[in-house]
Nanobody, 125 residues
Framework: QVQLVESGGGLVQPGGSLTLSCAAS????????MSWVRQAPGKGLEWVSA????????NYADSVKGRFTISRDNAKNTLYLQMSSLKPEDTAVYYC??????????????????WGQGTQVTASS
């Protein structure tokens, strides 16, 4: 059974930093691209970032580019999202997600077939 468990969220002042972690199990983590998505209050899911299986290629939503860094440690089956210069609009539940086995390199919503329960990030004064 695929499991994705996010952690590291919390309350931070605007301009502050947090690092989120996603512990993965139940699949060959190192073979899959991984994504972070988020859901702000009253809004739908927003794709945030993705990383390829080896960690050498990353993509970011324009809203977070330059402030967030996605990374992974395949030896630890863990995905990370380093968040800096946080803004109130970053407030959301953050989820990590994996694509379906047949689309292991895809990070589009249509490809994602497993999600964690999410971790709350609140950037507020």
């Amino acid at each position: 059974q695929v499991q994705l468990v996010e952690s590291g969220g919390g309350l931070v002042q605007p301009g502050g930093s947090l690092t989120l972690s996603c512990a993965a199990s139940g699949f060959t983590f190192s073979s899959y691209a991984m994504s972070w998505v988020r859901q702000a209050p009253g809004k739908g899911l927003e794709w945030v970032s993705a990383i390829n299986s080896g960690g050498g290629s990353t993509n970011y939503a324009d809203s977070v580019k330059g402030r967030f860094t996605i990374s992974r440690d395949n030896a630890k089956n863990t995905l990370y999202l380093q968040m800096s210069s946080l803004k109130p609009e970053d407030t959301a539940v953050y989820y990590c997600a994996k694509p379906a086995s047949g689309h292991y390199a895809c990070s589009a919503y249509v490809c994602l077939d497993a999600w964690g329960q999410g971790t709350q990030v609140t950037a507020s004064s």
